[in-house]
């Protein structure tokens, strides 16, 4: 048998004002754009999550089960649905209810954590776990790092925590001659599986569904189950991770991605050798075919696959540098909402938006973005951190 793997990311960051300026230090703590973010969350959930949801649901119903998906739902999302769109959680626990979807655990904050602070990365993720728990009455045992960012490190931190199953991307840089298509063991572990994205077959759906330039276009679910189906006796899974909001947002309803997704399950299913699992089912029903060794970081940004999305110039390095030297002084403060607020500045958005860099799917990554430049976006983030640091001086924390 081949598996189809669905693996979903849900995320949004919770927006800055952007006329968050020099003069606003010191005297103004409201650093969050609540308009554009109840806007944003409302525009996405009509668009996307509801209808998708839905469209999941009924898929689910049809095939009895067969069908079967997963997500990764970030605290931050999370905490917007619960404040903005709450309807959004009680379509996700109804997804969850009939036992073919799994959730996915990653770091609360979809942050970079791991790369800068591995105690706060601990704690992200433990906070995540928890909340999934808290709303969804579910224990989480296959994590995804934000972006898919992933080395031997992430690998090894992740199976002492416990887990079984981690995602990654299925970069050439790493892959060499294997294929995504099988399940593999990171180098330094003895227990963890490691799953791969397809991502050839995955940007077709999450990138190029809507290209009329693109030769395949128009892309029908017979056609794209044929391709899948062409990978038997080539492997054993198909991982197909992208963002939610290809369905309905990245791909609005008019190119036809919700009709598509509607008749592709059975046009997968129609070959007796082929089904849906979700990672943790898939982790259980292969055995990893080799070691893989992945000693520098990759994601599954753009096309270099690496972290150049994040950091890497100077107005980037510099945030990053900015915030995360707060983490000591903002912990011993004990203020619970000065540290949910900190957290949430190392959402990975905020440093994507000083992307200087250009990259061919930036269009779907800028659609939300705020500034009309990455050094506007610096300017009003270190604002807000120059702030932070104010309030740390009236707490007696910063001296």
């Known amino acids: 048998m081949v598996s189809v793997c669905f693996y979903f990311q849900v995320h949004q960051p919770f927006r800055l004002r952007t006329d968050y300026n020099f003069f606003c230090i010191g005297k103004n703590h409201v650093y969050e754009d609540d308009k554009a973010n109840r806007e944003i969350i409302g525009k996405v959930a009509e668009k996307c999550y509801l209808p998708a949801n839905r469209t999941m649901l009924k898929l689910i119903r049809k095939h009895k089960g067969r069908f079967r998906i997963s997500y990764s739902i970030s605290g931050v999302c999370l905490e917007q649905f619960e404040k903005y769109a709450p309807e959004v959680i009680d379509s996700f626990r109804e997804l969850v209810s009939t036992g073919c979807v799994e959730l996915i655990n990653e770091t609360y904050y979809h942050s970079l954590a791991f790369n800068f602070s591995r105690q706060e990365f601990r704690e992200q993720v433990q906070a995540h776990k928890e909340k999934i728990r808290k709303l969804f009455a579910v224990k989480t045992t296959t994590f995804r790092n934000t972006e898919l960012i992933y080395s031997n490190d992430v690998a090894v931190e992740i199976e002492k925590m416990g887990y079984k199953t981690i995602l990654a991307e299925g970069a050439n840089q ?117 070691k893989l060794d992945v000693p520098y970081f990759i994601s599954w940004a753009d096309v270099e696959r690496d972290l150049t999305a994040w950091m890497g110039n100077s107005l980037q390095d510099s945030a990053l540098q900015m915030a995360y030297s707060l983490e000591t002084l903002v912990k011993k403060s004990g203020n619970a909402n000065l540290i949910h607020t900190w957290r949430k500045l190392l959402t990975s958005d905020h440093f994507y938006y000083m992307c200087t860099k250009w990259f061919s799917d930036g269009d779907v990554h800028k659609y939300f973005n705020p500034y009309t430049s990455p050094y506007d976006a610096y300017v009003v983030y270190v604002n807000v951190l120059n702030d932070i640091k104010e309030t740390l001086k009236q707490l007696e924390v910063l001296n």
């Not at 849906?276 to 990893?288: D, G, M, R």
Request: aromatic residues 18%.
């Open 174 to 290: 790493i892959l060499g001659w294997h294929s995504p298509n099988y399940v593999y063991q990171p180098a330094p572990c003895y227990k963890l599986n490691l799953l791969l994205k397809n991502y050839r077959l995955s940007d077709d759906l999450a990138f190029r569904f809507s290209d009329r330039n693109w030769d395949q276009w128009p892309l029908s679910a017979d056609k794209y189950a044929e391709w899948i189906h062409k990978v038997a006796g080539n492997g054993e899974v198909i991982n197909l991770f992208m963002d939610y909001e290809t369905f309905g947002e990245h791909q609005w309803a008019d190119t036809g991605i919700f009709d598509f997704l509607l008749h592709l399950p059975e046009k997968i299913l129609a070959h007796p050798d082929f089904r849906f699992q979700t990672p943790s089912e898939v982790a259980s029903s292969y055995q990893p075919v080799a």
